[in-house]
């Protein structure tokens, strides 16, 4: 067979280590190429028809700072006329890239849900760091004072709180489980009105507001899009009853961050759990770092050791689904 008309996929070597076999083994040895990339811009692969963007490929990079084997990966791809298809490992296609890869025509699939039980537990930890004061706790605990939480303002039970969840994917899903289960009410904001269950009162997100009034806490566990780029701003904090608190394991532009640090800092919120920000890496520079009763962490809500596994499966699916497909084509 003309080795220009094998199927050209391209993966990291990782990725390749763990998957070729089974590639080979579901194509045909004869008729299909792994391609490895190349981490170093400068001498990129071209003319792939599938590529694999794991874990490994964007490393730390953010939207707004590209590792070299990320800028490498991405030049491949737009080397690459036959492209018809590229898998991402991120629950999310909102890095710019993609929306340039749709518009000519390539298929994005994502990884939504391999991850999502890890950011549900991640969210619930910040959650229930902030409902138990931990901050506090642990700037005591760095002056070696022991200070019980008797010497002030006891914590509130959870039970008979009410949280207002932005989003109803499997995230959110799951969040919304396990706060039911402590004994919370919940409210949903999604891209429709539709009910999310039974006695779960639902809006869409331009009715958010509606459900703020009597929130204890915010919750944004939803995709980025139009309808929810910077849906959180001074309206929705000023709708929020004092003391509110926000959990923030989405997409760190659903948030207008001027309006959260003044809302935090003027001590409208009573703290906030940040896994997400407009800019990423967070600025050494933001007031958020030191803000008393907020927890910041590096974007890591979905990492896990399991992570990769999930994904590999899930792209290995895909791709038997794309091959039985073009099977079908051909008969």
Not at 148 to 155: I, R, V
Not at 186 to 196: D, K
Not at 221 to 231: E, G, N, V
Request: net charge neutral; charged share 25%.
């Amino acid at each position: 067979m003309d080795k220009k008309k094998l199927l050209r996929i391209l993966l990291s070597e990782l990725a390749a280590d763990r998957l070729a076999a089974d590639i080979r083994g579901m194509l045909g040895p004869d008729e299909v190429e792994v391609v490895l990339a190349r981490p170093v811009p400068g001498r990129e692969p071209a003319d792939i028809d599938i590529a694999y963007i794991s874990r490994d490929v964007t490393g730390v990079s953010t939207k707004q700072v590209l590792t070299e084997s990320l800028e490498a990966f991405y030049a491949s791809l737009r080397a690459s006329p036959r492209l018809q298809w590229v898998h991402t490992h991120s629950a999310g296609a909102d890095r710019p890239i993609f929306p340039e890869l749709a518009a000519r025509g390539v298929r994005v699939t994502t990884s939504s849900g391999a991850n999502a039980g890890v950011v549900a537990q991640t969210a619930l930890a910040g959650l229930l760091a902030l409902a138990r004061e931990f901050p506090k706790l642990m700037r005591e605990q760095r002056k070696h004072a022991w200070t019980p939480l008797m010497s002030g303002a006891l914590p509130r039970d959870l039970a008979g709180q009410k949280a207002v969840i932005v989003g109803w994917g499997p995230i959110a899903r799951q969040i919304g489980a396990s706060l039911q289960l402590l004994g919370l009410e919940i409210a949903v904001a999604r891209h429709s009105a539709e009910p999310a269950g039974d006695n779960i009162r639902t809006v869409a997100y331009g009715g958010l507001h509606a459900v703020l009034p009597g929130a204890d806490w915010l919750i944004l566990a939803c995709p980025l899009s139009d309808s929810t780029r910077r849906l959180i701003d001074r309206g929705a904090f000023e709708s929020l009853p004092g003391g509110a608190r926000l959990i923030n394991v989405a997409r760190g532009e659903i948030v207008v961050e001027s309006h959260l640090i003044e809302a935090l800092q003027a001590g409208r919120l009573g703290g906030a759990y940040l896994d997400v920000f407009e800019y990423e890496p967070l600025s050494p520079d933001s007031p958020l770092w030191d803000i008393e009763n907020v927890i910041v962490t590096p974007h890591s809500a979905g990492h896990s050791d399991g992570n990769a596994q999930r994904v590999d499966r899930m792209f290995l699916a895909y791709l038997k689904d794309w091959n039985d497909a073009r099977a079908k084509v051909r008969r």
